[in-house]
């Protein structure tokens, strides 16, 4: 008679695990254990889809996860991994057909977001066949758990629950104990470093003494699936939180390594300060103590001693505005206008996008803009909704478009869409001409006699191109005054 033998949670899923995929390549790498809120995933072939609780999940599938968006994923060698909000997750490469025989993979990347795992039997034997990539970073194991967050600023932060991570940069590699935080900064030429800094991975809570939940499809305070509590994924089911709340949307600051596109006009109508450009090289910026920009200097440069009449900030990555009055700089020429409350000085700035995707595609939402202007004191600033879509990441084809609505001197809209490969594959910089229609009311210098031209100037900012934002300006022929504006979005 065999002896009796108990396992634990933990070891029954293994054994299972192991039985079920044991002498055959495993179907898929994955499934899905639990979703909330907005997650979509995107498959190796390029369809994108909603993800739910029990689809499979294969190599090459990306996961994105939307403000309120989580998901629990468990791999079939016994790992988990549990997606925050805002967090884009890919499964690079990944094989396990039951044995730790050197045949295991798993090499997983996080775009953005943040992500708490436990390991399972990958990497337990062979170390170096575990890995998760950032656009900072690349992490290893000599452990089983721990918490892992890109920051705003696209370095990369690692919090160890149990076990020993490794952080590696091109300048060095270091260990990361449980109860230890390391951070891999945005400059390569940096190493990584231990910091007491601690990956957020949850909305903060007001102080609380939080009672455990059930299982099942509930959530603990913090929003994660309370299926996690006694995987490791959660360290406690039962806390108590003092964490103060933080700005979703820091100002930006000043320094180096910004991207900024404007668009302008005014009453003189000369060629260079009428115009939609790009500052070329990447910028030096200066912000005020709200992150409105007061300076930018590259290949063109603008100093303006004006005043903001619109202003817009998120994430800690993107600000847009619009100034009036005295403008000092470069444009191809010497610039200097003098732009009225009427017209303005439109821009978008904001740290490029690290990271950037390479498969599927991504829908934009619009967050909000500057009141488009034009040249010349008869137009009232109106309103504006956009619309901004990768089309394919792979080939930089993309859509931006928008809609320009006044209602004085007269109600109309002119409406605008660009369309094609609008960047180079990998680099965060967009650009492209396309057409713009009138309707509504004719307006002497704004109406299109035929079909106007509009052309966008813009970026993807922040880990994973987690937003985007453009320049546009709209042009005809004869007598049509250039319409410019700017607007922000988000995946």
């Not at 909330?36 to 190599?59: M, P, Y």
């Not at 000085?345 to 991504?362: D, F, L, N, R, S």
């Amino acid at each position: 008679m065999p002896l009796p033998f108990k396992l634990n949670r933990g070891g029954l899923l293994l054994a299972v695990v192991s039985s079920a995929f044991a002498g055959e390549a495993s179907a898929v790498a994955g499934w899905v254990d639990f979703t909330a809120g907005s997650v979509t995933i995107s498959e190796g072939g390029g369809r994108q889809r909603a993800l739910t609780k029990g689809d499979n999940l294969d190599k090459g599938d990306t996961v994105r996860t939307g403000d309120n968006g989580r998901a629990q994923i468990r791999f079939t060698d016994g790992a988990y991994v549990s997606l925050q909000p805002n967090t884009e997750f890919s499964i690079k490469d990944y094989n396990f057909d039951g044995k730790t025989d050197g045949s295991e993979r798993g090499l997983f990347a996080l775009a953005r977001g943040a992500m708490r795992t436990v390991t399972g039997l990958i990497g337990r034997v062979n170390r170096n066949r575990y890995q998760v990539s950032t656009p900072t970073a690349t992490i290893g194991i000599r452990g089983t758990g721990g918490l892992i967050a890109i920051l705003n600023d696209g370095s990369t932060l690692v919090n160890g629950t149990s076990g020993i991570w490794t952080l590696t940069n091109p300048s060095g590699t270091i260990d990361i104990p449980a109860g230890v935080s390391g951070k891999a900064p945005t400059a390569p030429s940096k190493p990584p470093e231990q910091t007491t800094e601690k990956p957020s991975t949850g909305p903060t809570q007001p102080t609380t003494t939080v009672t455990p939940y059930a299982q099942g499809n509930e959530v603990t305070s913090s929003g994660d699936p309370a299926a996690l509590c006694g995987t490791g994924l959660v360290s406690n089911c039962t806390t108590t939180s003092t964490t103060p709340a933080t700005n979703p949307n820091p100002p930006l600051v000043t320094g180096s390594g910004y991207h900024v596109s404007y668009a302008f006009g005014n009453s003189t109508g000369t060629p260079q300060q009428s115009g939609i450009n790009s500052s070329g090289s990447l910028a030096n910026a200066t912000f005020d103590a709200i992150g409105q920009m007061t300076q930018f200097a590259a290949t063109n440069s603008a100093t303006f001693t004006g005043t903001h009449q619109e202003f817009g900030t998120a994430g800690g990555v993107l600000a847009w505005g619009r100034w009036i009055g005295s403008v000092v700089g470069t444009n191809g020429t010497t610039l200097i206008i003098n732009p009225v409350t009427s017209e303005g000085y439109h821009y978008v700035v904001g740290v490029p996008a690290t990271a950037m995707p390479t498969i599927g595609g991504a829908t934009y939402t619009f967050m909000g803009a500057t009141k488009p202007t034009g040249m010349g004191a008869t137009l009232t600033p109106g309103t504006f909704t956009g619309t901004l879509t990768v089309n394919n990441w792979a080939t930089g084809n993309m859509t931006a478009g928008g809609t320009a609505s006044f209602t004085s001197p007269a109600a109309f809209n002119l409406a605008f869409s660009v369309s094609g490969n609008l960047f180079s594959p990998g680099s965060p910089a967009f650009s492209g001409s396309g057409t713009a229609t009138h309707s509504g009311a004719v307006v002497t210098g704004y109406s299109c006699s035929g079909t106007c031209t509009a052309t966008v100037n813009g970026a993807f900012f922040g880990a994973g191109a987690a937003y985007a934002g453009f320049a546009y300006q709209i042009t005809g022929g004869g007598s049509q005054q250039p319409v410019s504006g700017t607007a922000a979005f988000k995946q």
